[in-house]
């Protein structure tokens, strides 16, 4: 389903370049999230938001920042991008009363 | 924080065979513990849960099992069929979610 979409799906960039990744959800959750997925290395956080007000560091948060501009949306930027940030990323969701992250399609982003 | 080991990396099991991934936690005070399945292309998707008050749940061929004094819990699915060819990732939380580093599972018809 498409309650948690994310754009681009793709991107291919150059080191320097700032980057922005883009997600929107139509499930009315509070919660979101970013998580990047290397190989071998499973899902890792990078940062989350409770609300529009609260945003919070994840555990590996340097070189990225975001923004929460409603509850629907919350974008993931690099400020200059570099090669070992070419990674799967994943825009999740989830309602503060529940336990269940729901998913984005995710980004495919390449960095040369 | 929590650290999440998930064996084995890569299964290959024969359609109608059954599969068992497992893995393990550090932090005693995690109380959830999803599963996610992770199809080609597409992001994961919960499969199945269990919280820490429970020792084991099943969904038709699905079950996990929970074992908090020893800190594992493990995904059985049972008479595998070609669709369930996939990455799974297991997850415990406490605080936020902490993913272990996935299986690919292959079924082979």
């Known amino acids: 389903d498409a309650d948690v979409t994310q754009t681009p799906r793709n991107r291919i960039t150059k080191t320097g370049k700032r980057i922005m990744l883009e997600c929107s959800q139509t499930?009315?959750?509070?919660?979101m999230y970013w998580y990047r997925q290397d190989p071998g290395l499973g899902l890792r956080l990078i940062y989350y938001?409770?609300?529009?007000?609260?945003?919070n560091k994840g555990e590996i948060s340097d070189g990225y920042s975001v923004s929460r501009q409603a509850q629907a949306k919350f974008s993931l930027s690099l400020e200059s991008a570099i090669p070992n940030q070419t990674a799967l990323y994943f825009c999740a969701t989830k309602a503060g009363s529940t336990d269940t992250q729901y998913f984005g399609p995710g980004t495919r982003l390449t960095v040369l | 924080g929590e650290n999440v080991e998930q064996h084995p990396s890569t299964l290959s099991v024969q359609e109608g065979d059954s599969a068992v991934i497992k893995c393990t936690y550090s932090d005693s005070a995690s109380n959830y513990f999803p599963w996610y399945k992770q199809e080609l292309g597409k992001g994961p998707q919960l499969i199945i849960d269990?919280?820490?008050?429970?020792g084991e749940k099943k969904d038709q061929r699905i079950a996990v099992t929970l074992n908090k004094t020893a800190k594992h819990f493990s995904l059985h699915i049972t008479e595998t069929q070609p669709e369930d060819s996939a990455v799974y990732f297991c997850a415990a939380f406490r605080y936020k979610l902490s993913f272990g580093a996935g299986t690919t599972v292959t079924v082979r018809a």
């Open positions: 938001s409770f609300d529009v007000k609260d945003i």
């Open positions: 499930k009315g959750h509070d919660r």
């Open positions: 269990i919280r820490s008050n429970v």
